[in-house]
């Protein structure tokens, strides 16, 4: 044991037995971190150190979490014990404190009753009666899509996203200024996720200003229309929040999802691309649910074939790679080590999503792998396949994410006309919590 990590731990004594790499003065293991890209962190951990490794954050202690069976204790289990302190402050004046992503206690209680996405079944009939209009919207946006070579079609599909999102909330597209005004805010809290600092500049309060000022006439809009059935105009006449609180939460449905959704629809689309038999047979399928109807999202939900190819697309990237806690008051038991309070956890999905002993294959893309048993042995939010979060605090946007996701590939797949051929990712960056992919090309193929 070097000295530095002896002279560390006398502050930490019930973490002398968890094994991890040897900080250096004065950053501690902050070094394993500068990169920027956290997964490749937590893969190399999970490789070298097994489920659990101690590192040092300057003089602080974090641990690294690959065990199953401690996720669950943290994420489903004994939730109370543990609190989220990561991104709240990035967050921060971006979100108000009850805002259900950075919530916690009593406050993120109510506000999860009160979500309209946790109340399933008004969620699930809202989302049905969107689709055949989503499909209309995804027509007139995709053409742009199917045209000629994109360099950078991360950027591409990123608007798409965003603006299917914006459809969904205000029934329409938002003007060029309003998407600038989000870009800004969004860049500056991502800043402040990394730095860990509270920066706060003239620039960030004007987009927030902006963004939100934007959402609030967009709003508006939609109060006076009451026959209305985009997300907006159902809230608007059926939530409790107050006015003001209820702008923020619209506001902030964009960053909670948006990037990842983006990432989720990208990776699939690049797996399809590199497994051509796997995309045939999707096509295939997705076509054959036209049956001179229109088709409904919940036959769409039914397609074994595009639930097996966005598990498994979901599996091999999870597009949030790692979940952050802390323990709250009183330390822990989390498999044999006793953690103390205060100290900062690591929860890694993609050890545990390409875990050898649990997948076969565990690397590749094979959505056959997800037969009616396997799905049944490994739901959204298991020990080894959780995209969306584990327990309580699962993604409260999970089901409109798999709506988005679901309709925009059957869209891009089942309509005729040319395809997208779009190439793996082999840059990514660490943007709003996510990994984001870089540099994607794609190419249009009759």
């Known amino acids: 044991m070097s000295l530095l990590r002896r002279a560390l731990l006398r ?13 250096r003065f004065p950053l501690g293991n902050l070094g394993d971190l500068a990169h920027g890209k956290p997964w490749l962190t937590s893969v190399d951990y999970a490789r070298r150190f097994g489920p659990y490794a101690l590192l040092w954050i300057g ?10 069976a401690a996720i669950e204790t943290i994420l489903v289990t004994e939730t109370e014990r543990f609190i989220k302190r990561e991104p709240v402050a990035a967050m921060r004046p971006a979100a108000t404190a009850s805002n259900i992503f950075i919530a916690n206690g009593a406050p993120w209680a109510d506000r999860r009753r009160r979500d309209f996405f946790s109340c399933e079944r008004g969620a699930a009939a809202w989302l049905e009666g969107r689709f055949q209009p989503t499909q209309a919207f995804l027509g007139r946006r995709l053409e742009a899509l199917q045209r000629g070579e994109h360099r950078g079609f991360e950027r591409d599909l990123y608007r798409l996203v965003f603006d ?84 923020t939460e619209l506001a902030n449905i964009y960053p909670g999802g948006v990037f990842s959704m983006t990432i989720a629809l990208l990776q699939t689309l690049a797996c399809l691309s590199a497994d051509g038999r796997a995309r045939d047979r999707l096509i295939a399928a997705l076509r054959a649910l036209d049956d001179g109807s229109p088709v409904t999202y919940a036959a769409i939900c039914g397609c074994a074939e595009l639930e097996a190819a966005l598990r498994e697309a979901l599996r091999l990237h999870p597009p949030v790679p790692v979940f952050m806690r802390s323990v709250r008051a009183d330390a822990v038991k989390l498999g044999p080590y006793r953690v103390p309070a205060g100290v900062r956890l690591m929860i890694g999905s993609l050890p545990l999503h390409r875990d050898r002993e649990r997948w076969q294959h565990a690397d590749e893309f094979i959505p056959e792998r997800w037969t009616p048993a396997v799905i049944a042995q490994n739901p959204y939010g298991s020990g080894h396949f959780f995209p969306f979060g584990r327990g309580p605090r699962t993604c409260a946007g999970e089901a409109l994410a798999l709506f988005v996701l679901r309709s925009a590939l059957y869209h891009l797949l089942a309509s005729p006309g040319p395809t997208i051929e779009v190439t793996a990712p082999t840059e990514h960056r660490f943007y709003f919590g996510c990994k984001m992919p870089r540099r994607v090309r794609a190419t249009v193929a009759d």
């Open 164 to 247: 299917l999102q914006s459809f969904l909330s205000f029934g329409r597209r938002l003007p060029e200024a309003d998407f600038r005004a989000y870009n800004r805010m969004a860049d500056v809290v991502d800043l402040r996720m990394k730095a860990n600092l509270p920066l706060v500049t003239p620039r960030f309060r004007s987009s927030i200003r902006r963004w939100h000022r934007a959402i609030d006439g967009h709003l508006a809009i939609c109060e006076d229309d009451p026959s209305g059935r985009a997300l907006a105009h159902v809230l608007a006449r059926s939530s409790d929040l107050p006015r003001a609180e209820l702008v």
């Open 11 to 23: 502050r930490f004594p019930t973490l002398a037995s968890i094994p991890g790499p040897t900080p």
């Open 59 to 68: 003089d602080q202690p974090a641990i690294f979490i690959h065990d199953p």
